[in-house]
């Protein structure tokens, strides 16, 4: 150890903190404050300004939590202050922790005519003086609770209002106005920026000792009894220190200003909105102080709250917007998810994103930017070219718990070879303060060192909001090109990927989906939230088919505005601290309460649209909006309804039987599915001996991150349900009743007579806690690897643990359908509402192999919402016999589009039909222009090239090819007079346009 310099250390640390920083403040005096107290919600500027407010002082608590306090500041400035170039400000501590900012209370600063001045969090909590002879402001200060703490799986009350108490949870500590000194500001940026590259550097490193020589040297000449006076001396000595280059190999760092905001988390969306206002306050105002100072923000909704809610800053914003200084970024609507959103919601999170985006400010983003999303749907690579963008920005896989990305600048390539140049901060960081060890760390980990030498660093408060801040924005400044440090750069993400792509003439290719290494209960958590997506997604393809093919033939009109709305809540809600079940009980109340009632409308819309295209009349009509054809009526068509015939349960021996006309299911005397056998081969899907359809609860306690955990350790305590309290046949379906702890499930079974699976309804009162829920089937097959539905496609999974890549993996995503197999004969397992399975190799007790297929139904962990999912569910699921991939597919969407019986004259043709097997309809809306084109969005499903032929039955004279945003893309057109023929790659998107006349 150099004790030498750690002497050294030692003394220009206290010499900063004790003498530097504290005379930064040439000195202080409280203001006048007077406070209301908001007695409900949050109001606007004009109404707080008639509240009735009571005189207030330091030391005083105020506001419960969730609650608001407006607080009216007034005083004078004293004679003499800010006569030379020091500046005024007013400096406020709303009883602010040392936790990061953006968690706890924050509070936003008005001018007495309703204009925002700036806000305050706890890491930037001052408001600069604009008149130098008084003080006027008003300030909205929000009591948000510190839900999280200093841990993220501890109960709390604070996540719910109806719970979270009324006694004030903060203190007002102080509302002063400042006198602040430039030139001992600047000094202790100095020593700040100094200090960051020598605590970076090895001991015995040159530079570090000089480094420290100097400091020491300037804690000599700055006199700790006169710090105003000497500190000009300081920097001198400091200015060759400073002055140094970095060297020419040195790491290159786009610094980008950035406030990754939540937009729901540990508060609720209306508290974002506030968030939202706060911190592009703090952005605009720091655009004012620094000229080079650039910001990139994504999320259209997030802009348009702004424009909504706070117009006066949203035509701030809309000014910086046209300079090229608040950059829109990402080009979705939200920060989604894309594990759980449908294909077509991801489609929409970019369709009404960039609309915004170009409506507003005429520039279309082509960076997605997703730094802190749940892992990687393999389909998105497709999604995000065919929306018009280049490149993509993540951080999230450096939590990866075993296998580090061996990337950071590379291609990644989807399901269908769809590449995207894509880069992770080295850094791993999206809320940098610009550090030395931020910088040095993005610099050592940077993964292709040797060919490229350019890493981007979105910098700011993040999470909760907040920003950069002028001392970031000070550190950028200082490590611009400073020896020991990479060199700094504040631009623009564009700016960085050109650059980027230039230097890295090959990159690596990461091809398939980008898996998490955690957070794996996000697939499971707040199933009542899940369920509400799925349907709504499904509702919406109802709602937009039968309107469109309604309207085409004239029979209503294109409900536009209520659709465009739905769809803008339901994106909102598949944000990825929403869909994934991670936020507080407030945020997953109002989410399951919004889901509802736009299911509600979604009804009407789909009840209009059907009763106007089957006329009046008395015959039976069954609506069929999935793209395959469903008990005898045509994909996305309509026919007469032929009831369904059920294969009822007979008694047989001690248990019962149910046999259709394809399969037949055999179920012991608990209750409990032992055979599901192939009439046409006699080969039974479960292994003998084993059982299918059996509920597991597992204990369910993560090392961390209660909501968004899933760790491998719940495997080694399982209850299997076996004992039933009830059977019974019920309506020719078997039912039967089973208990765990405090809750109870119910499972009826029933057999179609036609169909090819067994049909599960669970009904499940759920009062666990720290429980999780599986459904568990063993299935007779070999199978090396799973397949499992995902956006416009599939993705075929290992079952075996060869590597730790694959062993990590043992939870995993799927939509509709997961599907195992071998040469001959397989399974499938469809659902309506669950995501979450794990799909194993397992041996029968004479050493026989044999698959196990999990649904993960529910969970109940305790943090952010304790209370999460103590409630009913109703979860569906089938198990059937298909040796192919396309009867899992159309079964996954038979299951979530069933058919639809109304009385009318007639069943209206398809509007569009499609003659291949494996290339389907995803989606058939009326274009976003409103000129009444025809979209049909298609895909291939299979992932084999196919020819396919598109039938419109609609008077149409053009048809031609878009990308996903509706733009002609460079492809023939076709005309009436021929068939539109085209050939379909692997898993290809194709999005079609038509001009019809209706």
Same mark, same amino acid.
């Given at each position: 150890?150099?004790?030498?310099?750690?002497?050294?250390?030692?003394?220009?640390?206290?010499?900063?903190?004790?003498?530097?920083?504290?005379?930064?403040?040439?000195?202080?005096?409280?203001?006048?404050?007077?406070?209301?107290?908001?007695?409900?919600?949050?109001?606007?500027?004009?109404?707080?300004?008639?509240?009735?407010?009571?005189?207030?002082?330091?030391?005083?608590?105020?506001?419960?939590?969730?609650?608001?306090?407006?607080?009216? @500041?007034?005083?004078?400035?004293?004679?003499?202050?800010?006569?030379?170039?020091?500046?005024?400000?007013?400096?406020?501590?709303?009883?602010?922790?040392?936790?990061?900012?953006?968690?706890?209370?924050?509070?936003?600063?008005?001018?007495?005519?309703?204009?925002? !001045?700036?806000?305050?969090?706890?890491?930037?909590?001052?408001?600069?003086?604009?008149?130098?002879?008084?003080?006027?402001?008003?300030?909205?200060?929000?009591?948000?609770?510190?839900? *999280?703490?200093?841990?993220?799986?501890?109960?709390?009350?604070?996540?719910?209002?109806?719970?979270?108490?009324?006694?004030? =949870?903060?203190?007002?500590?102080?509302?002063?106005?400042?006198?602040?000194?430039?030139?001992?500001?600047?000094?202790?940026?100095?020593?700040?920026?100094?200090?960051?590259?020598?605590?970076?550097?090895?001991?015995?490193?040159?530079?570090?000792?000089?480094?420290?020589?100097?400091l020491e040297r300037m804690c000599d000449e700055v006199d700790p009894q006169n710090v105003a006076g000497t500190a000009a001396a300081g920097r001198e000595l400091l200015s060759s220190s400073l002055a140094s280059p970095a060297s020419a190999s040195s790491h290159h760092v786009v610094a980008v200003?950035?406030?990754?905001?939540?937009?729901?988390?540990?508060?609720?969306?209306?508290?974002?909105?506030?968030?939202?206002?706060?911190?592009?306050?703090?952005?605009?105002?720091?655009?004012?102080?620094?000229?080079?100072? @650039?910001? +990139?923000?994504?999320?259209?909704?997030?802009?348009?709250?702004?424009?909504?809610?706070?117009?006066?800053?949203f035509e701030q914003i809309r000014e910086r917007v046209a300079e090229g200084r608040f950059i829109p970024v990402g080009g979705m609507w939200v920060e989604s998810d894309i594990n759980m959103p449908g294909g077509e919601a991801l489609v929409r999170q970019f369709l009404r994103g960039k609309g915004?985006?170009?409506?507003?400010?005429?520039?279309?983003?082509?960076?997605?930017?997703?730094?802190?999303?749940?892992?990687?749907?393999?389909?998105?690579?497709?999604?995000?070219?065919? $929306?018009?963008?280049?490149?993509?920005?993540?951080?999230?896989?450096?939590?990866?718990?075993?296998?580090?990305?061996?990337?950071?600048?590379?291609?990644?390539?989807?399901?269908?070879?769809?590449? =995207?140049?894509?880069?992770?901060?080295?850094?791993?960081?999206?809320?940098?303060?610009?550090?030395?060890?931020?910088?040095?760390?993005?610099?050592?980990?940077?993964?292709?060192?040797?060919?490229?030498?350019?890493?981007?660093?979105?910098?700011?408060?993040?999470?909760?909001?907040?920003?950069?801040?002028?001392?970031?924005?000070?550190?950028?400044? #200082?490590?611009?090109?400073? &020896?020991?440090?990479?060199?700094?750069?504040?631009?623009?993400?564009?700016?960085?990927?050109?650059?980027?792509?230039?230097?890295?003439?090959?990159?690596?290719?990461?091809?398939?989906?980008?898996?998490?290494?955690?957070?794996?209960?996000?697939?499971?958590?707040?199933?009542?939230?899940?369920?509400?997506?799925?349907?709504?997604?499904?509702?919406?393809?109802? +709602?937009?088919?039968?309107?469109?093919?309604?309207?085409?033939? *004239?029979?209503?009109?294109?409900?536009?505005?209520?659709?465009?709305?739905?769809?803008?809540?339901?994106?909102?809600?598949?944000?990825?601290?929403?869909?994934?079940?991670?936020?507080?009980?407030?945020?997953?109340?109002?989410?399951?309460?919004?889901?509802?009632?736009?299911?509600?409308?979604?009804?009407? =819309?789909?009840? #209009?649209?059907?009763? /106007?295209?089957?006329?009046?009349?008395?015959?039976?009509?069954?609506?069929?909006? +999935?793209?395959?054809?469903?008990?005898?009526?045509?994909?996305?068509?309509?026919?007469?309804?032929?009831?369904?015939?059920?294969?009822?349960?007979?008694?047989?021996?001690?248990?019962?039987?149910?046999?259709?006309?394809?399969?037949?299911?055999?179920?012991?005397?608990? *209750?409990?599915?032992?055979?599901?056998?192939?009439?046409?081969?006699?080969?039974?899907?479960?292994?003998?001996?084993?059982?299918?359809?059996?509920?597991?609860?597992?204990?369910?306690?993560?090392?961390?991150?209660?909501?968004?955990? !899933?760790?491998?350790?719940? #495997?080694?305590?399982? +209850?299997?349900? #076996?004992?039933?309290?009830?059977?019974?046949?019920?309506?020719? $379906?078997?039912?039967?009743?089973?208990?765990?702890?405090?809750?109870?499930?119910?499972?009826?079974?029933?057999?179609?007579?036609? /169909?090819? &699976?067994?049909?599960?309804?669970?009904?499940?009162?759920?009062?666990?806690? &720290?429980?999780?829920?599986?459904?568990?089937?063993?299935?007779?097959?070999?199978a090396d690897h799973a397949t499992s539905e995902i956006q416009f496609g599939h993705l075929q999974r290992p079952t075996h643990t060869n590597t730790s890549w694959d062993k990590a993996r043992f939870e995993t995503i799927a939509h509709r359908w997961v599907h195992v197999g071998e040469h001959g004969?397989?399974?499938?397992?469809?659902?309506?509402?669950?995501?979450?399975?794990? !799909?194993?190799?397992?041996?029968?007790?004479?050493?026989?192999?044999?698959?196990?297929?999990?649904?993960?139904?529910?969970?109940?962990?305790?943090?952010?919402?304790?209370?999460?999912?103590?409630? &009913?569910?109703?979860?569906?699921?089938?198990?059937?016999?298909?040796?192919?991939?396309?009867?899992?597919?159309?079964?996954?969407?038979?299951?979530?589009?069933?058919?639809?019986?109304?009385?009318?004259?007639?069943?209206?043709?398809?509007?569009?039909?499609?003659?291949?097997?494996?290339?389907?309809?995803?989606?058939?809306?009326?274009?976003?222009?409103?000129?009444?084109?025809?979209?049909?969005?298609?895909?291939?499903?299979?992932?084999?090239?196919?020819?396919?032929?598109?039938? =419109?039955? $609609?008077?149409?004279?053009?048809?031609?090819?878009?990308?996903?945003?509706?733009?002609?893309?460079?492809?023939?057109?076709?005309?009436?007079?021929?068939?539109?023929?085209?050939?379909?790659?692997?898993?290809?998107?194709?999005?079609?346009?038509?001009?019809?006349?209706?």
């Amino acid at each position: 150890m150099d004790h030498k310099a750690t002497a050294a250390e030692m003394r220009i640390e206290r010499f900063t903190r004790e003498r530097i920083l504290p005379a930064v403040k040439r000195r202080s005096t409280p203001l006048a404050i007077e406070a209301w107290d908001v007695p409900g919600e949050p109001v606007s500027f004009n109404e707080a300004r008639g509240g009735e407010y009571r005189p207030f002082s330091a030391g005083m608590p105020w506001s419960r939590p969730w609650g608001t306090t407006w607080f009216h @500041v007034t005083g004078e400035v004293p004679k003499g202050w800010g006569d030379d170039d020091a500046s005024l400000e007013i400096h406020v501590d709303l009883g602010f922790t040392d936790r990061q900012a953006g968690f706890q209370a924050e509070g936003l600063v008005y001018r007495p005519d309703g204009s925002i !001045i700036k806000a305050l969090e706890p890491l930037n909590a001052y408001v600069p003086l604009e008149a130098h002879c008084s003080v006027d402001v008003y300030i909205e200060a929000a009591s948000n609770p510190d839900v *999280g703490g200093n841990y993220f799986y501890l109960p709390t009350h604070l996540g719910d209002p109806e719970t979270a108490g009324n006694e004030p =949870i903060y203190t007002l500590r102080r509302i002063d106005l400042v006198e602040r000194d430039p030139t001992v500001w600047r000094l202790y940026h100095d020593v700040c920026a100094l200090v960051g590259v020598a605590d970076q550097l090895e001991t015995s490193a040159p530079r570090r000792a000089a480094i420290l020589g100097a400091l020491e040297r300037m804690c000599d000449e700055v006199d700790p009894q006169n710090v105003a006076g000497t500190a000009a001396a300081g920097r001198e000595l400091l200015s060759s220190s400073l002055a140094s280059p970095a060297s020419a190999s040195s790491h290159h760092v786009v610094a980008v200003g950035h406030a990754h905001i939540d937009s729901a988390w540990l508060w609720p969306v209306r508290e974002t909105i506030r968030k939202c206002a706060r911190t592009f306050s703090n952005v605009l105002q720091l655009m004012d102080e620094a000229p080079e100072f @650039v910001f +990139a923000c994504s999320s259209a909704q997030q802009f348009d709250w702004m424009r909504r809610y706070y117009p006066q800053l949203f035509e701030q914003i809309r000014e910086r917007v046209a300079e090229g200084r608040f950059i829109p970024v990402g080009g979705m609507w939200v920060e989604s998810d894309i594990n759980m959103p449908g294909g077509e919601a991801l489609v929409r999170q970019f369709l009404r994103g960039k609309g915004f985006f170009q409506r507003e400010f005429g520039i279309e983003p082509t960076e997605v930017w997703l730094p802190d999303t749940f892992g990687y749907t393999a389909a998105f690579p497709q999604i995000a070219k065919l $929306a018009g963008n280049d490149f993509m920005l993540t951080q999230k896989l450096s939590w990866n718990e075993v296998n580090p990305m061996p990337h950071h600048t590379f291609l990644w390539e989807g399901i269908d070879g769809t590449q =995207i140049f894509t880069h992770f901060p080295p850094a791993d960081t999206y809320n940098s303060d610009l550090s030395g060890e931020d910088l040095t760390r993005a610099e050592r980990q940077f993964s292709e060192k040797g060919e490229s030498n350019i890493s981007l660093l979105p910098f700011g408060f993040g999470d909760g909001g907040g920003g950069p801040t002028r001392e970031m924005v000070e550190a950028a400044d #200082r490590k611009r090109n400073l &020896e020991g440090s990479p060199t700094v750069e504040i631009s623009s993400p564009l700016r960085f990927f050109k650059e980027a792509e230039r230097q890295l003439s090959t990159p690596s290719v990461w091809s398939g989906e980008m898996y998490l290494e955690l957070h794996r209960g996000t697939y499971t958590s707040q199933a009542g939230t899940k369920s509400g997506n799925r349907r709504n997604e499904h509702l919406l393809r109802e +709602a937009e088919l039968w309107s469109a093919t309604a309207a085409v033939r *004239g029979v209503i009109e294109y409900p536009y505005d209520e659709l465009n709305e739905i769809w803008e809540r339901v994106l909102l809600l598949q944000f990825h601290d929403i869909l994934p079940g991670s936020s507080i009980a407030w945020v997953h109340r109002e989410a399951e309460s919004d889901h509802a009632e736009m299911s509600q409308r979604l009804e009407e =819309i789909i009840a #209009r649209a059907q009763r /106007a295209l089957a006329g009046r009349g008395a015959k039976r009509i069954a609506f069929n909006a +999935a793209p395959v054809a469903h008990h005898d009526v045509p994909a996305s068509g309509a026919a007469l309804n032929i009831p369904k015939q059920f294969a009822a349960p007979i008694v047989d021996g001690e248990g019962w039987t149910m046999r259709g006309d394809r399969i037949e299911a055999r179920f012991n005397s608990a *209750g409990i599915l032992v055979s599901l056998i192939d009439r046409r081969t006699g080969r039974d899907a479960v292994p003998s001996g084993q059982e299918a359809a059996v509920l597991q609860v597992f204990r369910d306690t993560p090392n961390q991150w209660d909501a968004w955990d !899933i760790d491998v350790h719940y #495997r080694n305590n399982k +209850a299997e349900l #076996r004992q039933a309290d009830d059977t019974c046949v019920d309506d020719e $379906a078997l039912v039967v009743t089973r208990s765990f702890g405090s809750s109870t499930m119910t499972q009826r079974f029933s057999l179609s007579q036609e /169909a090819t &699976e067994i049909d599960i309804e669970t009904r499940v009162d759920w009062r666990e806690q &720290e429980k999780m829920l599986k459904l568990a089937f063993a299935v007779d097959v070999l199978a090396d690897h799973a397949t499992s539905e995902i956006q416009f496609g599939h993705l075929q999974r290992p079952t075996h643990t060869n590597t730790s890549w694959d062993k990590a993996r043992f939870e995993t995503i799927a939509h509709r359908w997961v599907h195992v197999g071998e040469h001959g004969f397989g399974a499938y397992v469809a659902n309506r509402a669950t995501y979450g399975h794990d !799909i194993t190799r397992q041996r029968n007790l004479d050493g026989a192999p044999f698959t196990l297929v999990r649904e993960s139904l529910l969970r109940s962990p305790m943090f952010p919402d304790p209370k999460s999912d103590q409630s &009913e569910h109703v979860l569906q699921t089938s198990f059937g016999i298909g040796s192919t991939i396309d009867t899992a597919v159309s079964a996954g969407y038979r299951m979530n589009l069933p058919l639809r019986i109304l009385e009318g004259g007639k069943a209206p043709a398809p509007v569009v039909t499609v003659d291949s097997r494996s290339v389907l309809v995803e989606s058939v809306k009326l274009a976003e222009d409103r000129s009444g084109d025809l979209i049909v969005r298609l895909y291939e499903s299979l992932g084999g090239s196919e020819p396919a032929t598109v039938d =419109i039955d $609609a008077s149409w004279t053009a048809a031609w090819r878009t990308d996903l945003l509706e733009r002609d893309a460079e492809e023939a057109r076709w005309w009436p007079s021929g068939p539109i023929e085209m050939a379909v790659k692997p898993f290809e998107i194709i999005t079609l346009r038509m001009r019809v006349d209706s």
